[in-house]
T-cell receptor, first 112, second 112 residues
Framework: SAVISQKPSRDICQRGTSLTIQCQVDSQVTMMFWYRQQPGQSLTLIAT?????????ESGFVIDKFPISRPNLTFSTLTVSNMSPEDSSIYLC?????????FGQGTRLTVV | GQQLNQSPQSMFIQEGEDVSMNCTSS?????WLWYKQEPGEGPVLLIA?????ELTSNGRLTAQFGITRKDSFLNISASIPSDVGIYFCAGPKLNRDDKIIFGKGTRLHILP
């Protein structure tokens, strides 16, 4: 199974600023994804991070707001841009490895 | 679109009791995944099911892939305090094996 390290684990940010979240996998994986989770709620897929090309976004999420990078098969970043309090949430990185999805511990973001 | 309906939404049980939760969909799934999430952590994969009718155990946990491929259940026997958490069923989106969608979760509480 893949081990995923995500940082920061939590942050408190001012509205209007941006935060970049990093995700490192301990092995090369084909697919990496970013999810958002409101406390106590289920996970909502933001986008698929594609290695060497633009990310594929789900309905309701756009590149200008959530730019994603994936420079290689083990690393990805998600930026939450021009933050507002509505962006306060848990952001989770996931990797798809041999028909199973594994998760980082998440980044708890609070926007004030 | 594909949705996973998970029930019950929450459960309050006594330590030592058995637990049963299930997940249904109007669409066929080729894979069912069961995750547990504890506060401040990302979801952890408990059991993966790949074949209709498959029954798989992981310690005190047992999960089954329904024959119709539209449902799955997870049982926990002889619950202990560390079983507390949110349990999610999940599966790949139809025709998009690389994207996992999640049920809304079952929150398990264990009474002292």
């Amino acid at each position: 199974s893949a081990v995923i390290s995500q940082k920061p684990s939590r942050d408190i940010c001012q509205r209007g600023t941006s935060l970049t979240i990093q995700c490192q996998v301990d092995s090369q994986v084909t697919m990496m994804f970013w999810y958002r989770q409101q406390p106590g709620q289920s996970l909502t897929l933001i986008a698929t991070a594609n290695q060497g090309s633009e990310a594929t976004y789900e309905s309701g999420f756009v590149i200008d707001k959530f730019p994603i990078s994936r420079p290689n098969l083990t690393f990805s970043t998600l930026t939450v841009s021009n933050m507002s309090p509505e962006d306060s949430s848990i952001y989770l990185c996931s990797a798809w490895d041999v028909a199973e999805a594994f998760f980082g511990q998440g980044t708890r973001l609070t926007v004030v | 679109g594909q949705q996973l309906n998970q029930s019950p939404q929450s459960m309050f049980i006594q330590e030592g009791e058995d637990v049963s939760m299930n997940c249904t969909s109007s669409s066929i799934f080729n894979t069912w995944l069961w995750y547990k999430q504890e506060p401040g952590e990302g979801p952890v994969l408990l059991i993966a099911l790949y074949k209709a009718g498959e029954l798989t155990s992981n310690g005190r946990l047992t999960a089954q892939f329904g024959i119709t491929r539209k449902d799955s259940f997870l049982n926990i026997s002889a619950s202990i305090p560390s079983d507390v958490g949110i349990y999610f069923c999940a599966g790949p989106k139809l025709n998009r094996d690389d994207k996992i969608i999640f049920g809304k979760g079952t929150r398990l509480h264990i009474l002292p």
